[in-house]
C-alpha cells in the first residue's frame, strides 16, 4: 500500500510537471513522462541495440499496420521533422485509427498543422467502424485519450470504464494480450491526467499483479511468451517499478533471449524495455501465489516442463504434473497443497511455511482444532481453497463428516 501511494505522489509531481510543460506545446501528456522522454533520447544517442532495431524497422517497413505510432514515436525521440510529416500523412490518410491518431496529436503538438486535424477531424469514421475490432478496454482506453487530446474530459462518464478496466484485470481477460495491454494504458494515463490511481480500488491485489502476471504463464510461455505479454510486462514494470513483484517481472522480461528483434513490437520495445532499472532474478521468487477471491498459481520451479497449476471457483488447470495431479499433497515452493475431499487430516503445528487444503466441496465448512484444544469452523472459498492458520494443530474436517 505505501509503494503505490508513494509512487502515485511521485506520478502526481511528475505530471504537474508535464502538464505545464504540454501546456506550452514542448512535451506530450500521454504515456511519455519527461523521465521516460529522456530514456528514449538516450538510447537513440547512444544508438542501442532496441534503438536499432527501432529504427532499422521505421525506414525499412512502410506499410506496418502501426506506421503511425512507429512515425510519432520516432520523431519524438530524435525531433526528426521528416517522420512528423510523415505521421501527419499517415494519420490524415487513416482517420479511423483512434489511438494512434491521438498519439500523433499528443507527441507532435506544434509539428501536427491545425489544417490537417481539421481534415482528420472531418472524416466520415464512425466510432462503431473504429470500435469495430477492439475490446471493451481497447474502446475505453481509446475513448480516454481522445478526450485528453481533445480537452473534452467529462469526468463522471469514465466511472463505468474506470471500474470495468479494473475488473477485467481481476477476471478471466487478465492474460488476454489485448485487454492487459490496453488496461495498463489506461491506468497509466489516468493517473497522470486525474492524479487518481485506479490500482488503489483493491491494492493487496495490484501489488501482487507483476507476479500474478508471471505466475499465470504456462511453462512454455515463459520461454517464449506471446509478444504482446511480453509488451505488456514492460509497460507494467513501468507502471510501478518500485513493487518487488515488479522487480521480479522486470528480471524475467529484460532477458535477452525474449528481446523483440523485429516484427510490430520492437516500437513496444523501444519504448517501455528500460535497462536502467533494477531487477530480481525471477527464479528466486516464491512460485505461487494465492487470493482470497479464490484463485491459486503455482508452480514446482521455471523449467519448461515444470509442474503448473492454476486453480479458481470452476476452472482447473494443469500441466505437467503426472498421470494423477491434485490427488495427493504436492508443494510448490513454500507452499504445501493439501486434498481434503472427504473426512479429515491432520495438520501439524505450522511454521512459517503456508498450507492450503483443496478439492472441497463447495459451500461445506470445516472444523479445525486449534492450539489450546479450541473447536472453530470455518468457510473455504469458492474454489473450495482454505489456508490453515497457522494455530491450527491437529484435525481438519469437513463439518458434513460427522467427525472431529
Known sequence: MRAIAALLLLSAVSWSVAARQSESGSSPSLLLSAKLLRRLQRDRERETVRWQNFDRRVRTVLDSPERGFDLALYYVASHDESRARE????????????????LIEDWLGDAFPENSKRQVHASNCSSAASAANSSPTQVARNTLFRAIVSGQVDEAAFDPANKRVVAELKGPRALDPSTLYAAIEYI?????????????????????????????????????PAAMIHISALALVTLDPNLESSQFL???ALEDRQMLRDGPGVAYEYLWADPYLPGIAYQNMDPWLYDMNGHLLARTDWQPDSCWISLSAGQTTVQNCGRAPL???MKFGSLTLRPLSSGCSVVAPRSPKETLIFRMPAGIPLNYERQGDKTTRQVPDSAGLWSVPVDTSGKVCLASSGKR
Open 327 to 329: 490427488t495427493q499433497e
Open 87 to 102: 505521421a501527419v500523412a499517415w494519420a490524415v490518410a487513416h482517420p479511423c485509427e483512434t489511438r494512434q491518431i491521438t
Open 250 to 252: 522486470q528480471g524475467w
Open 188 to 224: 497509466m494515463v489516468y493517473r497522470a491526467y486525474k492524479r487518481v490511481d485506479l490500482r488503489e480500488s483493491d491494492a493487496s491485489f495490484f501489488s501482487a499483479f507483476p507476479k500474478s502476471l508471471l505466475l499465470g504463464l504456462k511453462p512454455a510461455d515463459v520461454e517464449q
